[in-house]
Nanobody, 115 residues
Framework: QVQLVESGGGLVQPGGSLRLSCAAS????????MAWSRQAPGKQRELVAG???????NYADSVKGRFTISRDNAKKTVYLQMNSLKPEDTAVYYCNVGIGHNTYWGQGNQVTVSS
């Protein structure tokens, strides 16, 4: 079955950096677009960044120039490098993939940006 296991979240001060990782299994990783989404308290879940099978990235306007999504097909892992973090980046971050008519989500990883 599809499994997405995230790691790398935590507490960081404003202006700091974190890198999230998502290890995938149970599907053909290299042919699928992968994405990171986030959900802040009291807000709807939003797409943060996506990366196609060929490595083409796209980003939400709110994170452009600060976040970088990448993938390692040999390791079946997708990453989200987050720099210049702001308090408004505080959220639970989810790795996700769409396969057929279904969307699969990881368990979520808390990122807190606070001094």
């Amino acid at each position: 079955q599809v499994q997405l296991v995230e790691s790398g979240g935590g507490l960081v001060q404003p202006g700091g950096s974190l890198r999230l990782s998502c290890a995938a299994s149970g599907f053909t990783f290299m042919i699928n677009t992968m994405a990171w989404s986030r959900q802040a308290p009291g807000k709807q879940r939003e797409l943060v960044a996506g990366i196609t099978s060929s490595g083409g990235p796209n980003y939400a306007d709110s994170v452009k120039g600060r976040f970088t999504i990448s993938r390692d097909n040999a390791k079946k892992t997708v990453y989200l490098q987050m720099n210049s973090l702001k308090p408004e980046d505080t959220a639970v971050y989810y790795c996700n993939v769409g396969i057929g008519h279904n969307t699969y989500w990881g368990q979520g990883n808390q990122v807190t940006v606070s001094s």
